[in-house]
Structure formats: structure tokens, C-alpha cells
């Protein structure tokens, strides 16, 4: 059973940077493909990017592309995603899941990050 | 790019009626990559259904999905009071690699 616990919530100034981290117990994050998704207040599910087996890669959907990076540290088992030139429009709560054959089968608890002046 | 349609935005139903939610996708998706999910308020999404019509371990035989090419849907048979909830449809693909649907909320009537 994989259990993701998530770093705690953010508050960030228009324009900084921000970094948040997942850690996994119950497996190693190298068995894991992991990805990241966020919901904007009271909106739907937006995928932001994850590890992707088929192309050995990391890859980041289109719309944060440059902007988000996404990095493991298999020696602490934990994942990472940083987002960076926040917009109020960033203000959303952040997931990590593990995916297996292209499904979501296990999130972590959610990080809210807030953008505000 | 694929854009996942669902409809109705909300469903106002009763306890132990039916649900049928429906995903539209706008270009033809492998069912073996169909997925659908359900958030209640402040938690994570959870998987109810794979590969468009295959269960997640533990989902009640009450769920069921069905449907092929573009055109998805998730039957709830018999509403439960905690199962009134936002359900989510997702595909993954070529590009963009994944995306989820709008969203259903089943709300009681």
C-alpha cells in the first residue's frame, strides 16, 4: 500500500517561486511513475505533468511547460514539483499521485497553495 | 488536443435512484485508458473505474462504467447517501498526455 504525505500549505507573493514536496512510504519512488495535479478553488482536475514509463521521461503538460519542474529524490523517496512565476491564478490545492497503466491509484493528502499580494 | 466533456454538470437525484453520467471525448480514446473518479469536499479524487468499465479494488459492484471510442458513462445502479459527490472522467493519451473531465456533481434531490 503507498502512502504520499505532502509538504503543508504555502502563502506566496505574485511572481515568487514555489516548491513542493511528496513523500512516499511502502514502496520506493523508483517503482513509482508520479505525477502531479491541481484543483483551482471549487473547479476540476488539471493535470500538470508526471514521470511517463513509455518515454522514460518526465513530461509537463503544455500549459506549464517552463514554468514547472518536477524532480525525485530517490534517496529520501520523495518527490518534488516547483512551480515558478506564481499568478493568483496559481492559488489551488496541489496533489501528487502515483499512476499505474494510466490511472490515478493513489494521491496524497493535497498542499493548498495561495498567491496573494 | 482531446477535450473530455461531461455532462450533466450536476445530477439532483435521490437516494436509491439511478445515476448515468456521461464523458464525451472529441477524438476517439483507447478504452483501456478511460478512467472515472470520485472527490468528495476536501479530500483527494478517488479511482472508481479503469480501463472504462473495470472496477478499482473495493468499488462497490453499484458502479459500473461502460462505452467506447468517444462516448463514455459511469452508472451509479442505486444511490447511496456517500456516494453524492463530484465524479471526474480521464483519459490518457498522445497529446496532451492526460486530461480529466469538467466534472458531475450528484447532488440530493
Redesign the interface.
Not at chain 1, 506549464?64 to 499568478?87: C, H, I, K, N, P
Not at chain 2, 455532462?7 to 464525451?24: D, Y
Given at each position: 500500500q503507498v502512502q504520499l504525505v505532502q509538504s503543508g500549505a504555502e502563502v506566496k507573493k505574485p511572481g515568487a517561486s514555489v516548491k513542493v514536496s511528496c513523500k512516499v512510504s511502502g514502496y520506493t519512488l523508483t517503482e513509482l511513475s508520479m505525477?502531479w495535479?491541481r484543483q483551482a478553488p471549487g473547479k476540476?482536475?488539471?493535470?500538470m505533468g508526471?514521470f511517463?514509463p513509455e518515454d522514460g521521461e518526465t513530461?509537463y503538460?503544455?500549459k506549464f511547460q517552463g514554468r514547472v519542474t518536477m524532480t525525485e529524490d530517490t534517496s529520501t523517496d520523495t518527490a518534488y514539483m516547483e512551480l515558478s512565476s506564481l499568478r493568483s491564478e496559481d492559488t489551488a490545492v496541489y496533489?501528487c499521485?502515483t499512476f499505474q497503466?494510466?490511472?490515478?491509484?493513489s494521491?496524497?493528502?493535497?498542499t493548498l497553495v495561495t498567491v496573494s499580494s | 488536443e482531446i477535450v473530455l466533456t461531461q455532462s450533466p454538470g450536476t445530477l439532483s437525484l435521490s437516494p436509491g435512484e439511478r445515476a448515468t453520467l456521461s464523458c464525451r471525448a472529441s477524438q476517439s480514446v483507447s478504452s483501456?485508458?478511460l478512467?472515472w473518479?470520485q472527490?468528495k469536499p476536501g479530500q483527494?479524487?478517488?479511482?472508481l473505474i479503469?480501463?472504462a468499465s473495470s472496477r478499482?479494488t473495493g468499488i462497490p459492484d453499484r458502479f459500473s462504467g461502460s462505452g467506447s471510442g468517444t462516448d463514455f458513462t459511469l452508472t451509479i445502479s442505486r444511490l447511496e447517501p456517500e456516494d453524492f459527490a463530484v465524479y471526474?472522467c480521464?483519459q490518457?493519451g498522445s497529446s496532451?498526455?492526460?486530461?480529466?473531465?469538467?466534472?458531475t456533481k450528484v447532488e440530493i434531490k
Amino acid at each position: 500500500q503507498v502512502q504520499l504525505v505532502q509538504s503543508g500549505a504555502e502563502v506566496k507573493k505574485p511572481g515568487a517561486s514555489v516548491k513542493v514536496s511528496c513523500k512516499v512510504s511502502g514502496y520506493t519512488l523508483t517503482e513509482l511513475s508520479m505525477h502531479w495535479v491541481r484543483q483551482a478553488p471549487g473547479k476540476g482536475l488539471e493535470w500538470m505533468g508526471g514521470f511517463d514509463p513509455e518515454d522514460g521521461e518526465t513530461i509537463y503538460a503544455q500549459k506549464f511547460q517552463g514554468r514547472v519542474t518536477m524532480t525525485e529524490d530517490t534517496s529520501t523517496d520523495t518527490a518534488y514539483m516547483e512551480l515558478s512565476s506564481l499568478r493568483s491564478e496559481d492559488t489551488a490545492v496541489y496533489y501528487c499521485a502515483t499512476f499505474q497503466l494510466a490511472v490515478a491509484v493513489s494521491w496524497g493528502q493535497g498542499t493548498l497553495v495561495t498567491v496573494s499580494s | 488536443e482531446i477535450v473530455l466533456t461531461q455532462s450533466p454538470g450536476t445530477l439532483s437525484l435521490s437516494p436509491g435512484e439511478r445515476a448515468t453520467l456521461s464523458c464525451r471525448a472529441s477524438q476517439s480514446v483507447s478504452s483501456s485508458y478511460l478512467a472515472w473518479y470520485q472527490q468528495k469536499p476536501g479530500q483527494a479524487p478517488r479511482l472508481l473505474i479503469y480501463g472504462a468499465s473495470s472496477r478499482a479494488t473495493g468499488i462497490p459492484d453499484r458502479f459500473s462504467g461502460s462505452g467506447s471510442g468517444t462516448d463514455f458513462t459511469l452508472t451509479i445502479s442505486r444511490l447511496e447517501p456517500e456516494d453524492f459527490a463530484v465524479y471526474y472522467c480521464q483519459q490518457y493519451g498522445s497529446s496532451p498526455r492526460l486530461t480529466f473531465g469538467g466534472g458531475t456533481k450528484v447532488e440530493i434531490k
